[in-house]
């Protein structure tokens, strides 16, 4: 399984970006899609999460508000729309395929993709 993951790039603070991920099967599509992101120096850490369904959603504190994940489940897509970006969003965000049909911060994930630079910058 394969997750291409692509929109990212360089924002001022307050712009907007999306990003997008495929799998390259229907592997997703009963399961749990997410977003993690990790930053220069820092652990990787959660940003969203979206079942399989599209039913719930879950985002980390520092992006409620501001982040909406979303997916289309029959071509196995999760989005992440950003906005009011802030520099402390830079980081490389990383799209997730869950190995359950439900998406946290905790909960396993199942596959990861490559990563997409997010630069966010006056």
């Known amino acids: 399984v394969q997750l291409q993951a692509s929109g990212g790039g360089l924002v001022q603070p307050g712009g907007s970006l999306r990003l997008s991920c495929q799998a390259s099967?229907?592997?997703?599509?009963?399961?749990?899609m997410g977003w993690f992101r990790q930053a220069p120096g820092k652990d990787r850490e959660f940003v969203a999460g979206?079942?399989?369904?599209?039913?719930?959603?879950v985002y980390a504190d520092s992006v409620k508000g501001r982040f909406t994940i979303s997916r289309t489940r029959a071509a196995s897509t999760v989005y992440l729309n950003l906005d009011s970006l802030k520099p402390e969003d830079t980081a490389i965000y990383y799209c997730?395929?869950?190995?359950?049909?439900?998406?946290?911060?905790?909960?396993?994930?199942?596959?990861w993709g490559q990563g997409t630079q997010v630069t966010v910058s006056s």
């Open positions: 997730a395929v869950y190995a359950s049909s439900f998406a946290g911060a905790t909960q396993r994930v199942a596959y």
């Open positions: 099967k229907r592997t997703g599509s009963n399961n749990g």
């Open positions: 979206i079942s399989w369904n599209g039913g719930s959603t």
